[in-house]
């Protein structure tokens, strides 16, 4: 047997948005591999596979606003947005104006447009967490299932992450 030892020295040298960047295409990496294989038929399709489809795409996602704002904004506190690709993408609309930097982030929460603000914000505590979370974990803190009702189909999602892997060979070329 060959052993191949990899360590984090090989990125070490990055600037944070390259090593950000490096995990956002690995955690997008794996989320496909599994999508593929549940496509295929290899394995059983189950909520818990599709929750980690879903968690290692949607942290992808974030890893990669982060990158991206941190590259054009070296000050930007990404870090105090946590989890939130909400507030991680409004970062992205007021730093990235330019239309080359148009892009329909996944992982947001979308309300049809006639919603007013007072409704949007009596529904907003309904929200249970953030997706890296949400789908972390199969339940929330104290054992208590998430609110609402969630599903996944692996079919109608491969093309998401397609999307998803082209949008950021595209962002991160216009950005450099």
């Known amino acids: 047997m ?9 990125i070490q040298h990055l600037t944070v948005p390259e090593k950000l960047f490096a995990y956002a295409e690995s955690y997008l990496r794996a989320a496909t591999a599994l999508c593929e294989q549940l496509v295929a038929g290899n394995a059983p399709c189950t909520w818990a596979d599709g929750a980690v489809v879903l968690m290692l795409s949607a942290h992808a996602t974030e890893m990669f606003l982060k990158g991206l704002l941190l590259r054009r904004v070296p000050e930007q506190q990404v870090w105090n947005r946590g989890h939130d690709i909400e507030g991680l993408t409004a970062d992205l609309r007021k730093h990235f104006p330019e239309a080359e930097f148009g892009w329909e982030v996944p992982f947001r929460t979308e309300y049809p447009e006639n919603m007013t603000a007072d409704e949007i914000a009596t ?3 309904f929200r249970d967490a953030p997706p890296s979370i949400l789908y972390r974990y199969p339940v929330g803190k104290m054992g208590k299932d998430w609110n609402g009702f969630y599903g996944f189909e692996p079919n109608s999602f491969l093309p998401v992450l397609r999307e998803l892997k082209h949008d950021f060979t595209r962002l991160r070329c216009v950005a450099a």
């Open 123 to 125: 529904l907003s505590p």
């Open 2 to 10: 060959s052993w191949h030892m990899v360590t984090d020295s090989e």
